[in-house]
């Protein structure tokens, strides 16, 4: 099975030798599993041909909001529905999670409850998870026909499916702790507060189910669908 991976950002520069690429980080997480992956740099312009150049779809983190004025964001949008059209599995993370829900009808906005950084518990289905979180927008409005899969005080909407072909997560299963903290110095210092980055810096040391839920968005790209 062929996975195309649409990358809308890129790490900092400053953590690019030691930790890879986005693509690089779901394709590890995805291992193990009998995919081939394809890279589209969406965020530079790189689109695929269509929805026959992969079998199934992840949509990468990002440093952009899905609300802002960029050229590659309606293109990507077009391709989230026609994705959806045709029935083709989709996963959405951080960024990814955002422009699906805003591309299908949903709302996205700067929240104003502030950040969610490092280790956070969510409720995924009646099971606590744990998975590292970064960012401060989030889905304050859902499409129709979306249903709340994953959810926490902070993050009401921190995953969403719609119907038996998308699913979407507000965290980062794709992070592990050492790119969190890698974040915390390059990305968070002057834009999160000190607090919720130290706070966050005390949590890291502690089991994630990183691995859980990337066996679960193996197994939603793989399943048979009617």
Same mark, same amino acid.
């Given at each position: 099975?062929?996975?195309? /991976?649409?990358?809308?950002?890129?790490?900092?520069?400053?953590?690019? $030798?030691?930790?890879?690429?986005?693509?690089?980080?779901?394709?590890?997480?995805?291992?193990?599993?009998?995919?081939?992956?394809?890279?589209? %740099?969406?965020?530079?312009?790189?689109?695929? !041909?269509?929805?026959? $150049?992969?079998?199934?779809?992840?949509?990468?983190? $990002?440093?952009?909001?899905?609300?802002?004025?960029?050229?590659?964001?309606?293109?990507?949008?077009?391709?989230?529905?026609?994705?959806?059209?045709?029935? =083709?599995?989709?996963?959405?993370?951080?960024?990814?999670?955002?422009?699906?829900? =805003?591309?299908?009808?949903?709302?996205?906005?700067?929240?104003?409850?502030?950040?969610?950084?490092?280790?956070?518990?969510?409720?995924?289905?009646?099971?606590?998870?744990?998975?590292?979180?970064?960012?401060?927008?989030?889905?304050?409005?859902? &499409?129709?026909?979306?249903?709340?899969?994953?959810?926490?005080?902070?993050?009401?909407?921190?995953?969403?499916?719609?119907?038996?072909?998308?699913?979407?997560?507000?965290?980062? &299963?794709?992070?592990?702790?050492?790119?969190? =903290?890698?974040?915390?110095?390059?990305?968070?210092?002057?834009?999160?507060? !000190?607090?919720?980055? =130290?706070?966050?810096?005390?949590?890291? &040391?502690? %089991?994630?189910?990183? &691995?859980? /839920?990337?066996?679960?968005?193996?197994?939603?790209?793989?399943?048979?669908?009617?």
């Amino acid at each position: 099975m062929k996975i195309g /991976i649409l990358v809308t950002g890129h790490p900092p520069d400053e953590l690019r $030798s030691d930790f890879g690429t986005y693509d690089g980080m779901f394709r590890t997480l995805l291992g193990g599993n009998g995919f081939t992956f394809q890279t589209y %740099n969406v965020v530079d312009g790189q689109f695929p !041909d269509g929805t026959d $150049s992969a079998d199934g779809w992840v949509i990468t983190g $990002s440093r952009h909001g899905a609300y802002e004025d960029h050229a590659w964001i309606p293109p990507l949008e077009n391709l989230i529905r026609a994705i959806r059209d045709k029935g =083709q599995p989709l996963i959405g993370v951080c960024f990814g999670h955002q422009i699906i829900a =805003q591309a299908l009808g949903g709302k996205v906005e700067k929240f104003t409850g502030g950040w969610a950084v490092g280790r956070t518990d969510y409720d995924l289905d009646g099971q606590t998870v744990t998975l590292n979180a970064w960012h401060q927008d989030q889905v304050v409005a859902l &499409p129709d026909g979306a249903r709340v899969t994953g959810t926490n005080d902070f993050c009401r909407n921190a995953m969403v499916a719609y119907g038996d072909t998308i699913w979407t997560v507000q965290a980062h &299963p794709e992070y592990g702790d050492s790119f969190i =903290q890698g974040l915390i110095e390059t990305r968070g210092k002057g834009v999160v507060p !000190d607090e919720l980055m =130290q706070a966050a810096t005390d949590r890291l &040391p502690a %089991n994630d189910d990183n &691995p859980k /839920i990337g066996q679960f968005m193996a197994e939603f790209l793989k399943k048979e669908r009617a």
